[in-house]
């Protein structure tokens, strides 16, 4: 057998492995969250919809509801600014641009747990703690990536277009509103999504940042699951994270049917 072939054998059963690998506890959340007795083991289930009651409580669909909020919060505080900011850099002459994109992809990599703590103490100083607080945060840490996400979003239209405007006369907020913004939008749609899962599955931020336990997400109430202090009950918890998971399987599907349309303007203008 050709040395080629042996390695493209041996890629091949790798990427199986691991392909199973990764299949297997996702196996294992569907069966248990449908199985009545559910446990640590993947087994088939004893099919039952009574995790999925139990995962439905009240007190679960507040953290739900918490869990949107700070989505919503987090993706307006990240989206909202990093429009007219990607606009200026990419389409204004700004001294020092290029190192200030530089920096702002640094910020992009600095951790939050290095800052979380320092914002605690400014916060819970003045009884600011609140589920509103955390997620202006997490927005603020995730505006440096939407603004890299809009502003290449807006590089990829042609300025043509603009001046084609603004020959028409057409003043600045009406081309980025008319022009620029709706032909830029699978970015920024797609900015506004990473902000918006990154507040869905906070845990760090609303475990320091949130004093009262009514306004806990759903990231806090799956830990509880865990540390409880007594018996885990693996079908709730499955069932549970299923709920957890699908607002954003959901969401990512609608988004990636826009993006996957857009940047394209082949035939937007004339040669």
Do not use: C
Request: charge should be positive; avoid cysteine.
């Amino acid at each position: 057998m050709a040395p080629e072939r042996k390695w493209s054998l041996g890629a091949t059963a790798g990427l199986v492995v691991m392909g199973v690998l990764f299949a297997l506890p996702l196996l294992w959340l569907v069966l248990a969250a449908f199985d009545a007795n559910g446990n640590a083991f993947l087994r088939w289930p004893n099919w039952s919809v009574t995790n999925f009651v139990a995962a439905g409580s009240s007190a679960n669909l507040q953290s739900f509801l918490a869990s949107l909020e700070l989505g919503l919060i987090s993706a307006a505080v990240a989206t909202i600014p990093a429009v007219p900011a990607g606009y200026a850099l990419s389409r204004r002459r700004i001294p020092l641009k290029d190192s200030f994109m530089v920096m702002v992809l640094f910020l992009t990599a600095v951790p939050i747990a290095i800052v979380v703590i320092p914002v605690y103490q400014f916060l819970s100083q003045y009884g600011f703690l609140s589920l509103v607080s955390a997620g202006i945060f997490i927005g603020v840490t995730n505006l440096p990536f939407a603004l890299w996400l809009v502003r290449a979003a807006v590089e990829s239209v042609p300025l043509d277009l603009e001046e084609s405007a603004l020959m028409e006369r057409a003043r600045l907020w009406q081309i980025i509103a008319r022009v620029t913004g709706p032909l830029a939008a699978p970015g920024i749609l797609a900015a506004a999504f990473f902000a918006f899962a990154a507040g869905w599955s906070a845990f760090l931020v609303p475990l320091v940042l949130v004093s009262a336990s009514s306004q806990f997400p759903a990231g806090l109430a799956l830990y509880g699951y865990i540390h409880s202090g007594g018996l885990i009950q693996y079908g709730n918890l499955a069932a549970f994270s299923l709920l957890y998971s699908l607002p954003v399987v959901i969401l990512y599907l609608i988004v990636s049917r826009v993006i996957k349309g857009g940047f394209a303007f082949g035939g937007a203008i004339r040669g």
